[in-house]
């Protein structure tokens, strides 16, 4: 049995060493993660902003990517230098102080459990771990992206299998086959017997899962998550769930969340009601961020001043979801205004899928617009005529990590120059820049 440890232990280490050379590479089926430390993502150091984001469907049936979208660009805000975010997420998502210390603690953990794990300190890693499951699962009023806790359950059920405690490890690995079928253990970081492990925990149902829970809520009209992905507005029926016990979530801008976990059997029906209620200090919250559907976007005014106001920020960034050419695409189109002048900073808009890709192509598009928006303006002295515009690129059957996606951006309104910023991509292959006859730059891979 010893013999046999080592040697998965030693399998672990040699997986890792191969993962870690291959570090930066950005392939289509990776982890969901941007990597945004590179120094064309990151605005130049200075003072501290308080900056947020928030994203409105400008259609009903695009509710729930709405809400994916903006869980996705908050996630992705998190990583970018000199914002100050977390007093309006508090204001915006409703959850108290202590819940955000807890989340904060889950995080922590989480990245000192990665460490020990890929250190094979299996036991410091297995404390880590366990400890920022348990917050995660505290702070579930506040928790909209899965990411973070689906890659602790996925290294603590690693961390148990190589430690040798198998029921443990099961009941882990079922957990995420039940709430996130979405996450898989990534062949080239965990060694084939973790990668075996894994699938044979998969409970009979996992194949064709046929449960479904119904949620509703009162007042109607908030956003459902169920296991922390947002499914639509209440009331609404979501299927294809794995039998077993499933986290819903409701919840609206600005209203204490409602959080309930909820056991379904296989094949059979579940169901949630969830009581809403907006918050004191936010009232009208709600309201004013679904207005801005149908605000006019060229200042920050109206609605837009609304939200921005509440939420208490110097930058505001709206992120407006349309449907797509396609059944599996939709539009973003992402908006950054200062509050103080009212002037619109930029504008970035393009289109990506909505499968797995959909967060990815949002945490791109917050971190390069958010480095282009908040960077110090650059005077010019006289206008520049941009160069005619290039032939359209040629197009691939392979599309890469996000498919056909593209960027215009448009700043300094108001001034005598006419100033551009390219937002360098960084992907697999480079992106094609060409400028077109307004001035704005293209950006296509």
């Not at 080592?6 to 990597?35: E, I, M, N, Y």
């Not at 094949?267 to 006019?296: R, W």
Request: hydrophobic share 40%; net charge negative.
């Amino acid at each position: 049995m010893r013999a046999e440890r080592a040697a998965t232990k030693l399998a672990v280490l040699v997986g890792l060493s191969l993962c870690a050379s291959a570090a930066g590479a950005f392939a289509q089926d990776g982890p969901q993660r941007v990597d945004t430390s590179d120094s064309a993502a990151a605005p130049p150091a200075g003072p501290t902003q308080r900056v947020y984001i928030v994203s409105v469907p400008l259609a009903d049936e695009l509710d729930g990517y709405a809400a994916r979208v903006g869980s996705a660009a908050r996630s992705a805000l998190r990583s970018v230098p000199n914002v100050e975010w977390q007093a309006a997420d508090q204001r915006f998502l409703g959850y108290d102080e202590n819940t955000f210390q807890t989340l904060t603690r889950a995080r922590e953990r989480l990245e000192a459990g990665r460490q020990a794990y890929l250190n094979l300190e299996l036991d410091q890693a297995t404390r880590s771990l366990e400890g920022a499951v348990q917050d995660f699962d505290n702070a579930a009023t506040a928790l909209e992206d899965p990411s973070d806790l689906g890659d602790a359950l996925l290294m603590l059920g690693a961390a148990y299998a190589t430690n040798g405690h198998e029921r443990d490890a099961t009941r882990i690995f079922r957990r995420l086959h039940t709430q996130m079928p979405q996450v898989q253990p990534d062949p080239e970081t965990f060694n084939p017997d973790i990668v075996q492990r894994f699938a044979a925990a998969a409970p009979s149902d996992a194949a064709n899962p046929s449960s479904s829970v119904l949620v509703e809520s009162d007042p109607p009209g908030a956003i459902a998550y169920v296991d922390f992905l947002a499914r639509g507005r209440t009331p609404t029926t979501v299927d294809g769930l794995v039998g077993g016990q499933h986290i819903v979530r409701v919840t609206r801008a600005g209203a204490t969340p409602f959080v309930q976990p909820v056991d379904v059997r296989r094949g059979e029906h579940g169901s949630v009601s969830a009581f809403v209620v907006d918050n004191e200090a936010t009232p009208g919250l709600h309201d004013s961020v679904s207005s801005i559907a149908t605000a006019e976007t060229a200042r920050c005014e109206g609605a837009i001043a609304d939200v921005a106001h509440a939420l208490d920020v110097d930058k505001l960034g709206v992120i407006r979801v349309s449907a797509g050419t396609t059944d599996d695409k939709v539009k973003l189109e992402l908006l950054v205004f200062d509050v103080a002048t009212g002037r619109r900073l930029l504008r970035a808009a393009g289109e990506v899928p909505t499968d797995r890709v959909l967060e990815r192509g949002v945490q791109q598009l917050v971190a390069q617009g958010l480095a282009a928006a908040l960077a110090p303006p650059r005077a010019v002295e006289h206008e520049v005529a941009p160069p005619p515009p290039p032939p359209p690129p040629e197009r691939h059957h392979d599309d890469g990590v996000i498919g056909q996606w593209w960027f215009w951006t448009a700043i300094g309104v108001g001034v005598v120059a006419v100033a551009t910023i390219i937002i360098a991509v960084a992907v697999s292959g480079g992106p094609t820049l060409g400028q077109d006859p307004t001035g704005q730059v293209v950006l296509r891979f």
